[in-house]
């Protein structure tokens, strides 16, 4: 697939957001307890993430794998309805390894934002962002932080990364730092140490 064609499928999908909220959804008066407590677990599971070692962060992908499956048994049975359900099935599915798991997780992170969830924003960036970097494409928003080794060590970086792509208040729709945080948060992992600036809708 083509750059061209992965923007214009970004396009597609993030343009979702700007339907108004549909009243076509059963209605709940609370979120589901199931799914509520697999997002605590994957979230419990990345507490102190930069000290994780690679035999603790393969027992944790297993328990990720089991944990995408039960989601599936939830959307499968219609028992997600309200937007933080779905917010936190995307968290859960962020958390794959396929490109699918991905496009999986971008397309809940919709939903949640279609259902009146506005933090599901945030998600709904980082999604696309690790489902472009998944096909080797450049992402957009700038959410996704990686490792590359350097004559002089190794480094943190955003790359494959179209900056230019959209402006600062685009990014700031989606509760996304500007590309001058970015750089700090670039600087501030390459010296292991804790993020200059968070994403994420308050």
């Known amino acids: 697939m083509t750059i061209r064609n992965n923007r214009f499928l970004m396009v597609v999908i993030l343009g979702a957001i700007l339907v108004p909220v549909s009243q076509c959804w059963p209605q709940a008066n ?37 944990r995408r499956e039960q989601v599936r048994k939830l959307l499968g049975a219609g028992e997600l309805v309200t937007g933080e ?5 995307a968290f859960v599915f962020q958390h794959g390894t396929q490109p699918s798991d991905y496009l999986m997780a971008h397309i809940l992170a ?3 934002i279609a259902r009146g969830d506005a933090r599901a924003r945030w998600i709904s960036a980082a999604t696309l962002d ?11 928003f700038g959410t996704q932080y990686t490792w ?16 230019k792509f959209m402006s600062d208040a685009l ?6 730092s500007t590309l001058r945080e970015q750089e700090g948060n670039v600087k501030a992992i390459s010296d292991h140490k804790g993020l200059t600036h968070l994403d994420g809708c308050r």
């Not at 690790?130 to 957009?140: A, E």
Request: proline residues 5%; hydrophobic residues 25%.
């Open 30 to 66: 609370s979120n589901n307890k199931e799914m509520a407590k697999i997002f605590e677990a994957d979230q419990k599971d990345r507490q102190g993430g930069m000290n994780i070692t690679q035999e603790q962060w393969k027992q944790i992908d297993a328990r990720d794998l089991q």
């Open 110 to 112: 919709v939903s949640a």
């Open 171 to 176: 990014r700031h729709e989606f509760c996304v």
């Open 148 to 163: 590359k080794d350097t004559p002089k060590g190794r480094v943190s970086t955003q790359e494959p990364y179209d900056p």
């Open 85 to 89: 359900d779905f917010e936190h099935a």
């Open 130 to 140: 690790r489902y472009l970097h998944s096909i080797k494409q450049p992402q957009v």
